[in-house]
């Protein structure tokens, strides 16, 4: 079955960039979505489209694609931006993926 | 305001069936593609299931393909997932979650989720 693959953690400093990447195969036929989850709270959707962002959406977070890599940056990393982020796409059934997961710690 | 609110959660012992509720509000239901998303204490985030906005198409993951059935009721606003068989590993909190429209247009992903209902399995 379709996998994505995520690093299980990155860590950086305040004010620092962040990126965040995600592999799978059908990604350069398939768009990715980037979410962020807080403990004990629902995913927030940042990225959707491979690189566009919803309305209310800091700017600091963007998104890139590159063959089989999607990458999520954020820019300038504030505390409140730690929490665990999730990117997901779909294969061409109409089914959905999500990668496993990137805890992003602030120093 | 846009609001998800899960329902009918619960401890059930393995082999048992549970019926699952989400009640919508604060935007056209009917235009929207829904999803069932589960997340294992501890664990990552984990698709089960999609149905298209009119409720003609229905999408599994291959882990509850054949025991679970999602559905819909627009004119409820309202969103299903019938849980049968279930095991222990199905064990989690379930989110529903609506497609990301904007503009008239829809893109796939999720902007909305509810709060999430706990789901536990074991005798």
């Known amino acids: 079955s379709y996998e994505l693959t995520q690093p299980p953690s990155v860590s950086v400093s305040p004010g620092q960039t962040a990126r965040i990447t995600c592999s799978g195969d059908?990604?350069?036929?398939?768009?990715a979505y980037w979410y962020q989850q807080k403990p004990g709270q629902a995913p927030v959707l940042l990225i959707y489209?491979?690189?566009e962002r919803p309305s209310g959406i800091p700017e600091r977070f963007s998104g890139s694609s590159s063959g089989t890599t999607v990458t999520l940056t954020i820019s300038g990393v504030q505390a409140e931006d730690e929490a665990d982020y999730y990117c997901?796409?779909?294969?061409?059934?109409?089914?959905?993926?999500f990668g496993g997961g990137t805890k992003l710690t602030v120093l | 305001e846009v609001q998800l609110v899960e329902s009918g959660g619960g401890l059930v012992q393995p082999g048992g069936s549970l019926r699952l509720s989400c009640a919508a509000s604060?935007?056209?239901?009917?235009?929207?593609?829904m999803n069932w998303v589960r997340q294992a204490p501890g664990k990552g985030l984990e698709w089960v299931s999609s149905?298209?906005?009119?409720?003609?198409?229905?999408y599994y993951a291959d882990s509850v393909k054949g025991r679970f059935t999602i559905s819909r009721d627009n004119a409820k606003n309202s969103l299903y997932l019938q849980m049968n068989s279930l095991r222990a590993e199905d064990a989690a909190v379930y989110y529903c979650?609506?497609?990301?429209?904007?503009?008239?247009?829809?893109?796939?992903?999720?902007?909305?989720w509810g709060q999430g209902t706990l789901v536990t399995v074991s005798s």
């Open positions: 979650a609506r497609e990301y429209c904007s503009g008239g247009s829809c893109y796939g992903g999720s902007d909305y």
């Open positions: 604060g935007f056209t239901f009917s235009r929207h593609e």
């Open positions: 149905i298209n906005s009119g409720g003609s198409a229905m």
């Open positions: 059908a990604l350069p036929k398939q768009y």
């Open positions: 489209k491979d690189s």
């Open positions: 997901q796409s779909a294969d061409s059934s109409g089914t959905w993926v």
